[in-house]
């Protein structure tokens, strides 16, 4: 999607208040509804979709004035973002929007908290993903492994990132970011920052021949968006490392089916050939982990868990075994866990058998 | 200093244990005392220092063998990761180091919150950063502008690095990492990963030759440390870049002369001479910012903008003045509402004007 065309369809929803203001009628016009009841999960496609109920906004009508104002507010501060070619953070659309109206007391927005609902609001309406927007999201991540990107031009050959490796941005699309070249053989999308340092120190991509992604914690859009873009572009496979939590389970299903709040960005976002590749409760048994290095599970974990059961994505027989078998035993476990055989045991025992005996659920 | 001289060190502890042995002594040794009673602001140096008080743990002492014995094990763990010449993170140690005791059900550690400790005390018993031990912490920054550093011995020119930058690690120690080559003029230490954003799409670091360095938040040890080796090795002035509110002045002070907690470590992680230059008390009128896009101080920040201004380190008049004027506005102000004016105009206006007044604190 060229960058005229969202611009366009912001300048659009100005015409809209042209055309009817010319008619003189009541500028309005339809938002997809953003909840649990409009939202479905494609058994085919394998992700969660947005179905197609809408709300109308409108101008004329005393509980809507006000949000249909600040609509047009942002979306004129999203084309002047198109057309400086610049890119912001939702903090900021908030600040370059507020003011106090003339003649009055009144502000545009008080709260940020008013200005993010209208972005979204924007993002469905205008059927374009936050990053074509220029929004950015909070939270970067790193890259290293065989695969050649070209960010802002300069190319970043991701096998000679040193150790840290090359920071993954919030916005990844083109033409900031271009996939020059990939010779690896998959991509391990790493949950925590810890396990990420200790293949990267150890090379693991070089021996496995692939490519470690990290987001610091659930992985961000920008570390979301590269993994499918390498997925798509470079048919690459993809391997999710996660804690043995119901939080990993929830992450790694994000990344493959997307979520329920942003099930609009799917489309684009969600990798439903992504493996979960461990730690799976099944592990500390296969991998001989002490019992005492389990976390006992908490009731909201307990309660999360069952949740997961219910979800039409974790129907698989191999998924409700699993997460039966975290129940049962009472017990979480972390990657750093690992670390008790020996530091090095993730890079030179646990994985290679993992990827040796295709360990991995689906 | 050298790997083997922290192995050493590490080596003598049990060496303390085997002398006592033989002479069927009591095993001790002493640790300094980590406390706000030991510590003391060093005007000609600048910083913040730990003083010289210490504390003997004994083995055959009922309040400390537990304690003794988890020193042990720990000093063993990190003795370890200097033979292994690998790193970790503080979770790992804690696993690591965790087991049951023979014929007991008595755990070694059985929470995080005893092996954290042990490792400070050992730093500081040590004289060793936690980066020359091989311990991360969390948090990763990202790096731009004219240098090159060499990561774990691939070249990195931070000129050719995108939009997003290299990845700066926890641990920047030498061999590890090494800084090449550095033609800047200066480093911009940006607090919030928003403006390290804009700056660096809009490659301010070409156009006023300098390095943007971010940690995306509070800088964490590895950026903190890397802005303290490029101002040492390559003598470049430092200019942190916060927000106007009393937790942007702390961050400010914790780069320039360290924190009271990890007082030992502002030898090396501390810069006397950063500048700090913004967000002042005093800009939002320079640069006619409205009113409403300042936040009213809540009664913490009010308590604790009281605490900085009794701080022996912000007695200069300068500083009294920027904290007073903050107080007796009533609002503090986010780097973020600068795009107020326009979304580019910490690039184009507020930078340029502060660098040509030469318009920062000292």
Same mark, same amino acid.
């Given at each position: 999607m060229a960058r005229e065309s969202v611009e366009e369809r912001l300048v659009g929803l100005a015409d809209v208040v042209i055309e009817a203001a010319k008619k003189k009628k009541d500028p309005a016009f339809d938002i997809p509804v953003r909840a649990l009841s409009n939202v479905a999960f494609n058994e085919k496609r394998r992700i969660i979709e947005m179905k197609d109920a809408t709300t109308e906004r409108s101008f004329f009508n005393l509980g809507m004035a006000k949000k249909f104002m600040q609509t047009m507010l942002v979306a004129d501060a999203l084309a002047e973002l198109q057309r400086a070619e610049c890119t912001t953070s939702l903090r900021e659309i908030y600040y370059r929007t507020k003011h106090t109206l003339r003649d009055s007391s009144e502000n545009t927005f008080d709260d940020q908290a008013e200005s993010d609902p209208v972005i979204e609001d924007l993002e469905v309406t205008l059927e374009a993903l936050r990053e074509e927007l220029h929004v950015s999201a909070e939270g970067r991540g790193s890259i290293v492994g065989n695969i050649t990107l070209v960010d802002d031009g300069d190319p970043i050959d991701c096998s000679k990132a040193g150790k840290s490796g090359h920071t993954v941005p919030s916005i990844v699309e083109e033409p900031g970011i271009r996939i020059k070249k990939c010779s690896a053989d998959f991509v391990l999308l790493i949950e925590k920052?810890?396990?990420?340092?200790?293949? =990267?120190?150890?090379?693991? &991509?070089?021996?496995?021949?692939?490519?470690?992604?990290? /987001?610091?914690?659930?992985? #961000?859009?920008?570390?979301?968006?590269?993994?499918?873009?390498?997925?798509?572009? &470079?048919?690459? %496979?993809?391997?999710?490392?996660?804690?043995?939590?119901? &939080?990993?389970?929830?992450?790694?299903?994000?990344?493959?089916? /997307? =979520?329920?709040?942003?099930?609009?960005?799917?489309?684009?976002?969600?990798? #439903?050939?992504?493996?979960?590749? /461990?730690? =799976? =409760?099944?592990?500390?048994?296969?991998?001989?982990? %002490?019992?005492?290095? /389990?976390?006992?599970?908490?009731?909201?974990?307990?309660?999360r868990a069952k949740e997961l059961l219910a979800y039409p994505w974790f129907q698989k027989k191999e998924w409700q075994k699993e997460i039966k078998h975290m129940l049962a035993s009472g017990l979480k476990y972390e990657l750093d866990a690992l670390a008790n055989k020996d530091f090095r045991y993730l890079t030179t025992g646990y994985l290679p058998r993992k990827l040796k005996d295709k360990d991995w659920l689906d």
């Open positions: 920052s810890t396990q990420f340092n200790r293949l =990267s120190e150890d090379k693991f &991509w070089k021996r496995h021949n692939c490519i470690l992604l990290t /987001g610091n914690g659930q992985p #961000p859009r920008g570390v979301r968006r590269l993994c499918r873009r390498i997925h798509d572009e &470079w048919k690459k %496979p993809v391997l999710v490392l996660v804690d043995n939590d119901p &939080w990993g389970y929830y992450i790694y299903s994000v990344v493959k089916q /997307g =979520s329920i709040n942003l099930a609009f960005e799917s489309e684009r976002m969600a990798i #439903p050939d992504a493996k979960f590749i /461990g730690l =799976s =409760s099944f592990d500390p048994e296969k991998h001989k982990m %002490p019992r005492n290095l /389990g976390i006992k599970l908490k009731d909201n974990d307990i309660t």
